[in-house]
């Protein structure tokens, strides 16, 4: 099913969360962003839970939901597809004017959408979540995505903003155009910035999980971080050349110094310079095959063009389906 902004009675407001294991935070969820959404714009809105795959009782959880409230619309993903891709997903069926993006997990505070709407209503088109302080995320989660926010910064050519999550209220215009970005290794933050329009920072405080644990293994950290520079920059491409580059130099170097080594009658000296010139010539062809290889992938599987996810099913009420018929 697709999704688009043309259909009969659209909501003023969608609130999109992926869902992961979370049944711990889910009715604290549903709690707070009903009574939030309620304040901001009466019955007009949605909630559009997509459910990545959980085996906890997430699901159950939803389907709950949606019985006893028309407002919530449960997506039901076909297996784990990952945050990226199940956020994709719940924005790809959202149908409101605006969109609020929320971590399931409520480290991001729902009650901020006033403000945020307010912003918009100043003509503003991204109102994204800025975080001045992260409070209880370990010492290394904070200090590597400082560090990862700033390097990628200097690698990539649009301006993303730094300490900023997935956390924002979007307009509708800016949305179609996300949802018609087809690549497959999604980087939303990164991909919205691009779209331009007037986007500007909200600062918050980050607090801490409500309950479970983090969704986002060391594992997942790395593929997202590889996801956000590659899918931004063509820089580890170049770098290659620029390594050619200066192994030709020092080459060339060492071949002086081994012509003078024979006119000087030094031939049996060498082994050593000559092994490590190995080593290091080799190894650095075999990283370079590796960036090579990792963009030639990307490439691979987004010609492939396979769908982005694979939805189960999408539980809401006989009002909301309605709405939903093409
Ligand atoms: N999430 C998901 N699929 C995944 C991993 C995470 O839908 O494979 C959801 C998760 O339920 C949460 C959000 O993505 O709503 C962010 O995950 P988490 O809070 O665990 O990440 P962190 O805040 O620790 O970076
Ligand atoms: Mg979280």
């Known amino acids: ?3 688009t902004s043309t259909r009969p009675k659209t909501p003023a407001l969608s609130v999109v969360s992926p869902c992961y294991n979370e049944e711990a935070v889910l009715p ?3 709690r707070r962003v009903t009574s939030v959404c309620r304040e901001t714009v009466g ?8 459910d990545d795959g959980s085996s906890d ?9 949606s019985a006893a409230d028309p407002h919530v619309v449960a997506v039901i993903l076909s297996r784990n597809h990952g945050h990226q891709l199940a956020l994709t997903a719940g924005l790809q069926i959202a149908r409101g004017d605006r969109i609020l993006i929320l971590d399931a997990d409520l480290q991001d505070p729902p009650e901020l959408l006033p403000k945020m709407m307010a912003r918009m209503d100043d003509g503003v088109d991204v109102v994204y979540g800025k975080r001045t302080e992260r409070r209880g995320e370990t010492a290394f989660k904070v200090h590597s995505a400082r560090l990862f926010y700033r390097v990628l910064n200097k690698l990539v ?3 993303i903003p730094t300490d900023t999550g997935d956390f924002r209220l979007m307009s509708r215009r800016t949305l179609d155009t996300l949802n ?3 690549e497959h290794h999604r980087f939303i933050r990164g991909m919205v910035s691009w779209i331009g329009f007037r986007q500007e920072p909200l600062e918050y405080i980050r607090s801490e999980r409500l309950a479970g644990e983090t969704k986002y293994p060391f594992r997942k950290m ?3 971080a590889v996801d956000a520079i590659a899918g931004f920059s063509v820089l580890p491409l170049k770098i290659s050349l620029w390594l050619g580059i200066i192994c030709a130099v020092i080459g060339v170097m060492f071949m002086g110094y081994t012509v003078w080594g024979y006119l000087s009658g030094n031939v049996v000296q060498g082994w050593t310079t000559t092994m490590t010139a190995v080593l290091i010539l080799g190894s650095g062809q075999l990283m370079m095959l590796g960036v090579i290889g990792g963009y030639l992938g990307r490439l691979y599987m987004q010609s492939k063009n396979r769908p982005l996810y694979i939805i189960d099913q999408i539980i809401c009420q006989p009002k909301g389906n309605a709405a939903r018929e093409d």
Do not use: C, G, N
């Open 222 to 224: 790395v593929h997202f």
């Open 43 to 50: 019955e007009d809105y949605e909630i559009v839970l997509v």
């Open 180 to 182: 018609q970005m087809p």
């Open 57 to 65: 009782r997430t699901r159950a959880m939803m389907e709950e939901l």
């Open 157 to 159: 050519e649009i301006d």
């Open 1 to 3: 099913m697709s999704a």
């Open 28 to 30: 604290e969820l549903y």
